[in-house]
């Protein structure tokens, strides 16, 4: 495969990356593959001519040995915001706009999740840094169910230069943090915001929790001290949405 392509697999994942309207270099599909969601993929290949290749189940297994459902295809590399663009997606939402700034979540299947639920829960843009983020692979468009496609994702050289532009924006800086004082049920994110999660391990580097407007965190009543970040963020976002009153 070239480098200039990015493998995609499950049926979910393409027949999403097919509806954004994506350009499919090749599609893959196994030989005799049965099912409702195989037959309306393959339908919805043929009403847009993309070309499919049968192919026998042990061709898919080189390309991935993940869970592909026998489908496989491959696309142009997924294409990041400027943060040019993101600001204009900002200006652009003058009523209410939410963002999600991801510091440094190495792990494909919790950053795929994480797409999933902001696609989900109409969550504006969210920002990656450029080192250590994870990538935009097949396992996290796979985790995404193909979100990854409709969610505009921006990477920028260092997470402090996004969040400087969000505050001239008049954007608040949300961070989520075990040393908050206040709740996410006692926070109003009835405004233009932006949350910020941080990484698996080390959660919100000092430097970024010193540019936080307001830390915040869930209510954990168990034994366990923290949350998959994942989880996490999406218990912050559905509390966002709740509060807008959907």
């Known amino acids: ?14 027949k999403e990356a097919i509806e954004s309207e994506k350009s499919l270099n090749r599609v893959y599909v196994q030989m005799g593959l049965k099912g409702a969601s195989a037959f309306d993929l393959i339908k919805t290949l043929n009403k847009n001519n993309i070309e499919i290749s049968y192919v026998p189940i042990e061709k898919l297994n080189r390309f991935t040995l993940k869970n592909h459902q026998g489908v496989v295809a491959t696309i142009a590399p997924i294409k990041f915001l400027s943060i040019d663009e993101m600001s204009k ?37 969210i920002i990656i840094q450029s080192s250590g983020s994870a990538p ?13 496609f409709n969610v505009p994702i921006c990477k920028v050289s260092h997470i402090k230069d996004a969040i400087y532009l969000l505050k001239q924006l008049k954007i ?11 709740n996410i049920y006692q926070t109003n994110f009835k405004s233009s915001q932006a949350i ?12 970024i929790l010193a540019l936080c407007d307001e830390l915040i965190k869930i209510p954990l009543l168990g034994k366990i001290e923290s949350l998959n970040v994942s989880v996490a963020c999406g218990t912050i976002l559905y509390e966002i949405v709740r509060q807008r009153g959907f």
């Open 1 to 14: 495969m070239s480098k200039e392509q990015t493998l995609i697999y499950g049926i979910r994942s393409v």
């Open 89 to 125: 997606i900002i200006e652009n939402k003058k009523d209410y706009c939410q963002i999600l700034i991801l510091d440094q979540i190495s792990d494909v299947r919790n950053f795929g999740a994480i797409i999933r639920t902001a696609e989900c829960t109409a969550v504006d843009c």
């Open 136 to 148: 935009v692979n097949g396992d996290t468009i796979k985790t995404s169910s193909g979100a990854v």
């Open 172 to 182: 608040k800086i949300y961070g989520a943090s075990e040393k908050a004082e206040k």
């Open 196 to 207: 910020i999660m941080g990484s698996e391990g080390k959660g919100l580097s000092k430097s």
